[in-house]
């Protein structure tokens, strides 16, 4: 038997998803360079000489290449284990405010009628960000990450997250199947069963690892954001994303409360609340005539559509058209017949042109059908005497 996976539903309430890229969207410094690289005597640039000369030498993935790296050249030095890098992680620095922004804002959208959940979408190491200060934040942390043997120390990779694959896990988010492994991923939802569609997710990040999953949020009607650091106030990444119509908005990397960053995601949660009230209502009207479509046979909704056309009907060569398709139906009912008289009353161009032999020919036919007491259908009777 295969497993069973726990899956997340559609919620009463509006669901609001922000997806966080995590090295210089959070913190101000790729997190292998916060203390692990040093510990293995290198300087930060060579390790990722090194790392990146990997990759190119040998048609490499860039973040196997870094965990490999990473793994050779802590032997000797680093014991290698899930606790050891989740001791690094714990010394992590972050951006102003992130450590009480995600509660802060989830206190926020829970004022306005919203459910909000922050979720991580890194080429990181997820042992890292497990942890970290903010661990305790995240729905779920999605990011590159080893498998450890009985002695817990690592000794392959279980999973690579890189610019192209992260999109993977913003499918994952907007269906509610979260686990990695769940090939739920793959079934269908209607729209109205999104649990939280696309326009309902925020995307942070900060660079161009992020564009493919900046690029799908806003393409589908969501909130991409680029950040940077607010103390350099370097903005030519931000400015080309723009140009690039990667990201719809940009902002210093400062999460304090009243920050350009705060106000901003802020103003997307009120908007999102408003906008989900409009969506409910258009849902419910399509599921209502849904299920009124289903109560007519494929002939009657021909019918139906033709009624309505000749209703709408502006000009004579329509009119006749319309009237030819008509007299190709040999069964009416009363209320069709009642609707069709009514039309040939109101509207002026049927009105203008009952006498003609096809158009009177046609209500002859059928104007003993209709309903005899309605007002409109002994007008017409009159007319075709």
């Known amino acids: 038997m295969g497993k069973e996976y726990i899956r997340k539903v559609k919620e009463t309430k509006p669901v609001v998803a922000i997806c966080y890229d995590f090295d210089k969207t959070l913190t101000p410094d790729d997190m292998q360079s916060q203390g692990f690289i040093q510990k293995l005597g290198y300087e930060v640039s060579s390790f990722w000489d090194k790392s990146n000369g990997l990759s190119e030498n040998n048609d490499m993935d860039q973040n196997l290449a870094y965990m490999y790296t990473m793994l050779q050249e ?112 793959n079934d269908y939802f209607e729209p109205e069963n999104l649990r939280v569609p696309f326009r309902n997710m925020i995307y942070i990040g900060d660079s161009d690892t992020d564009i493919p999953c900046m690029k799908l949020v806003n393409a589908n009607g969501g909130h991409s954001i680029g950040v940077y650091n607010p103390d350099t106030k370097k903005k030519e990444k931000v400015y080309k994303m723009m140009h690039d119509n990667r990201i719809k908005y940009f902002a210093p990397a400062d999460y304090k409360e009243g920050s350009d960053l705060d106000n901003l995601v802020k103003a997307i949660i009120d908007r999102t609340y408003f906008n989900e009230v409009l969506e409910n209502i258009h849902y419910g009207n399509k599921k209502e005539y849904e299920e009124d479509e289903i109560t007519f046979t494929e002939e009657q909704k021909k019918k139906k559509s033709l009624i309505l056309s000749l209703e709408e009907s502006g000009s004579f060569k329509t009119t006749h058209t319309i009237i030819a398709e008509l007299r190709k139906i040999d069964c009416w009912s009363v209320p069709e017949v009642t609707w069709l008289c009514e039309i040939a009353s109101n509207n002026s161009q049927v009105n203008y042109i009952l006498l003609d032999n096809d158009v009177a020919k046609f209500y002859k036919s059928i104007i003993d059908l209709a309903d005899s007491s309605n007002e409109k259908v002994l007008e017409i009777k009159k007319m075709l005497i």
Do not use: C
Request: no cysteine; hydrophobic share 35%.
């Open 74 to 185: 802590s032997e000797g030095k680093v014991l290698f284990t899930k606790d050891g890098l989740k001791e690094y992680g714990a010394k992590l620095q972050f951006f102003p405010g992130v450590e009480d922004w995600f509660e802060r804002i989830r206190k926020y959208a829970d004022e306005k009628g919203v459910i909000l959940e922050h979720y991580i979408i890194s080429s990181g190491l997820k042992e890292m960000i497990e942890g970290s200060k903010v661990s305790d934040s995240f729905e779920r942390i999605y990011a590159s990450s080893f498998y450890y043997n009985e002695r817990d120390v690592a000794v392959w990779p279980a999973q690579v997250v890189n610019y192209t694959n992260k999109t993977q896990f913003l499918f994952r988010i907007v269906k509610g199947t979260l686990d990695v492994n769940d090939p739920g991923i």
